[in-house]
């Protein structure tokens, strides 16, 4: 495998994960607290930014994400579960966008409706959330097992944070919209630590990953 191939899809994987986090920061201070009025009124534009702003991000993810797993020596569990939960990310944001205005604003006699369909933005969310989880938590074994000291403390934060964020969005899947704020606050730390996790794993020295090949075992 060519390690400047790597080492370029980690940076672009990295900043997949990044931006996600960036934009749910924005989000959550800026936007989330508007009223109705104001929130499809007058700011569905910034609205809409900050989303097409995580789109991008996701997508970048996911084809970084797709590129490490199809190399040799990739962690190709943890990669396609990051590229599963870029696409599901995607899927949750297009709701969003193409529905929540629409419903939000169409007057008391569609709120079941519009309910419903927030309910499965969400269960996209959470299920992004569970699979970025996952895909961090794997990365964080790997920097355990073959990282020096700096890589095997970023691995154990990616390790724990992956999990918290898998064991509270799958909770969050059957639960509608009631535990939004624990599965986005999970995912979000799991995101940003991934982001680091991912940087490290892909700047491994060769020899390291070589021997892993060797072993036959990939995560």
């Not at 990051?82 to 006699?109: E, P």
């Not at 970025?132 to 938590?137: E, L, P, R, Y």
Request: aromatic share 8%.
């Amino acid at each position: 495998m060519d390690s400047g191939y790597r080492k370029r899809a980690g940076l672009m994987a990295s900043v997949g994960l990044a931006i996600p986090v960036a934009t749910t920061l924005i989000y959550m201070s800026a936007l989330s607290a508007l009223s109705t009025d104001s929130y499809y009124n007058e700011r569905w534009s910034d609205v809409v930014s900050v989303w097409l702003t995580e789109v991008i991000g996701f997508a970048i993810g996911m084809i970084a994400a797709l590129g490490l797993a199809s190399q040799p020596g990739s962690e190709k569990a943890s990669w396609n579960a990051v590229a599963c939960g870029g696409l599901f990310g995607i899927v949750s944001t297009a709701i969003g966008i193409g529905l929540f205005k629409g419903f939000g604003t169409a007057g008391d006699q569609f709120d079941d409706l519009t309910h419903a369909i927030v309910n499965l933005s969400f269960f996209f969310y959470f299920l992004s959330k569970t699979l970025i989880g996952a895909g961090v938590a794997g990365v964080g074994v790997e920097l355990l097992r073959r990282g020096a000291l700096f890589g095997k403390a970023v691995g154990l934060l990616a390790g724990l944070t992956g999990l918290a964020a898998v064991v509270v969005n799958v909770a969050a899947m059957a639960t509608g919209t009631e535990l939004v704020m624990p599965g986005g606050v999970t995912g979000t730390l799991a995101g940003a630590i991934g982001a680091v996790a991912v940087l490290v794993v892909t700047r491994l020295p060769r020899s390291v990953i070589d021997k892993k090949e060797g072993a036959g075992t990939s995560v």
